[in-house]
């Protein structure tokens, strides 16, 4: 069955951007590198860098945060986000090139 999230939001592939523009309601903006202070990087998909929200475990505890879901639950900016779109190509890419026997 399919869950709200899964209706309104497509899958979140860490690219960052939403937690670069505006700190979510348990996030706190860092002035200074223009993101959320709680945003971590984490590994590189090729050339772009993935990441996570430190305190993800504590804001899915939270209530309503099924209405208001955290960085890593889903995706609801996905129209022309360059850095998401940049991620999926490469993951696209480098399964096509896993299957490829040589
Ligand atoms: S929710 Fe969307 S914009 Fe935010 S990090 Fe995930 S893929 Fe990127
Ligand atoms: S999801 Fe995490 S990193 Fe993103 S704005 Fe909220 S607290 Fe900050």
Redo the contacts with the bound molecule.
């Keep these: 069955m399919k869950t709200y999230q899964d209706t309104l939001f497509k899958p ?8 670069k523009h505006a700190p979510c309601g348990y996030g706190k903006w860092d002035y200074k590198n223009h993101r959320c202070i709680h945003l971590k990087e984490k590994e590189k998909i090729n050339e772009f860098q993935t ?1 996570e929200c430190r305190i993800y475990e504590f804001i899915i505890k939270q209530p309503g945060a099924e209405f208001s879901p955290a ?1 890593n639950t ?2 609801s ?1 996905t129209f022309l ?1 360059t ?2 779109n940049n991620i999926i190509r490469r993951l696209k890419e480098n399964y096509s090139m896993s299957n490829i026997t040589t």
């Design positions: 979140c592939v860490g690219c960052g951007m939403c937690c990441y960085f889903g995706c900016s986000n850095d998401r």
